[in-house]
C-alpha cells in the first residue's frame, strides 16, 4: 500500500471553499493527491478557490453542493464518480454554528439546519461512498469527521451545536469501531475534536481557562497529521481531554461549579456574535 494515503489519492472536502476546508485541500495539493474535490454552498468561492490550487498541476474542481440535502449530496457523489472516479479520503468539514439559549433557535433555521449540515450531511456522504472504499482494498483510505469539544461537555449557549457534535461523535466512533471489527483495516476514522478556532465561525467566543483560541492552521495541522496516522481522536488543545476526565469522575455539581467558576466554560459564549 502507498505510505502517504494523500498522495495519487482522489480526496474529497466538504465546506472547502474558506477557512479550514481550504487549508485542507491546500495540505491535499501538496501531498501530491491524484485529484481534489472541493464541495460547498458558494460556487463562485469554491471555484476560485479551485482554479487557484490547480495551476499547481492538481486537478482540484469545485463543485456548488448544500449539503444539507441528501439528494444533492448524491448527485454531488455522481458527479465526483463521473470525473475522477470515488474518493479515497472524505473529510467532513462543513459546519454551522448557533449561538443562542435553546428556546432562541428557530426550529428550521437553527435546530434543523444544524443537525442536517454538522451531523446528517457527513452520515450521508459517507454512506454514498464507503461501500466502494470498502471493496478497494488497494490503497489506505481515510476519513476525517470534524466534530468540537462542544461534543464532549455540555455548554450553555449552544446546545443544539453541541448535540449536533454529540451525535456526530457517537456515529464516527461507531463507524470506526465497526469498520476494525469487519476486518476492513485498510480504512482508518479519525475523529477531531478542537476548541475554540479563530475562523470568524466562533467570534466573540473566550477561550476558557489554559484554553487559547487556536488559529485555524494549528488545528488543521493536527487533524490531518492524526488522520495520517489514523488517530480514532485528536482532541486540541489538551484541556479538552483534562475537562472530559474531570467531567467523567466528579459529581454533576461539583463539575458544574469548576467549569462554570474556575475554567470558565459555561461563560465562553456570552458575548457570542458569529461570523457575520
Not at 476492513?184 to 467570534?203: L, N, R
Request: net charge positive; proline share 5%.
Amino acid at each position: 500500500m502507498t505510505a502517504n494515503p494523500i498522495t495519487d489519492a482522489l480526496v474529497l472536502i466538504t465546506g472547502g471553499a474558506r477557512g479550514m476546508g481550504e487549508i485542507y485541500a491546500r495540505r491535499a495539493v501538496a501531498a501530491r493527491a491524484r485529484a481534489v474535490a472541493l464541495w460547498d454552498i458558494d460556487e463562485d468561492a469554491v471555484t476560485a478557490v479551485a482554479a487557484e490550487l490547480s495551476r499547481s498541476g492538481v486537478d482540484v474542481r469545485g463543485y456548488r453542493v448544500d449539503v444539507s440535502q441528501r439528494e444533492e449530496i448524491a448527485k454531488g457523489v455522481e458527479r465526483v464518480r463521473a470525473d475522477f472516479g470515488t474518493p479515497d479520503v472524505i473529510i467532513n468539514n462543513a459546519g454551522i454554528v448557533r449561538g443562542a439559549p435553546f428556546w432562541e433557535h428557530d426550529p428550521v433555521r437553527d435546530i434543523e439546519a444544524t443537525m442536517r449540515i454538522n451531523t446528517l450531511a457527513a452520515m450521508w456522504l459517507t454512506r454514498e461512498v464507503l461501500p466502494d472504499m470498502i471493496a478497494d482494498t488497494s490503497r489506505p483510505k481515510r476519513i476525517l469527521n470534524i466534530a468540537s469539544a462542544a461534543g464532549t461537555l455540555a455548554n450553555p449557549n449552544m446546545s443544539v451545536y453541541a448535540s449536533s457534535k454529540w451525535a456526530l461523535i457517537g456515529w464516527s466512533e461507531s463507524v470506526r469501531l465497526e469498520l476494525e471489527g469487519y476486518g476492513h483495516g485498510h480504512i482508518k476514522v479519525t475523529t477531531f475534536c478542537p476548541s475554540y478556532i479563530s475562523t470568524g465561525m466562533f467570534e466573540g467566543a473566550r477561550g476558557p481557562l489554559m484554553t487559547p483560541i487556536m488559529t485555524p492552521r494549528y488545528a488543521t495541522a493536527a487533524a490531518w497529521n492524526g488522520m495520517l496516522r489514523g488517530t480514532p481522536m485528536v482532541l486540541r488543545p489538551w484541556t479538552v481531554k483534562l475537562s472530559m476526565a474531570l467531567r467523567g469522575v466528579l459529581p454533576t455539581r461539583t463539575w458544574d461549579f469548576l467549569a462554570r467558576y474556575v475554567f470558565k466554560v459555561y461563560s465562553s459564549m456570552d458575548q457570542f456574535t458569529g461570523r457575520k
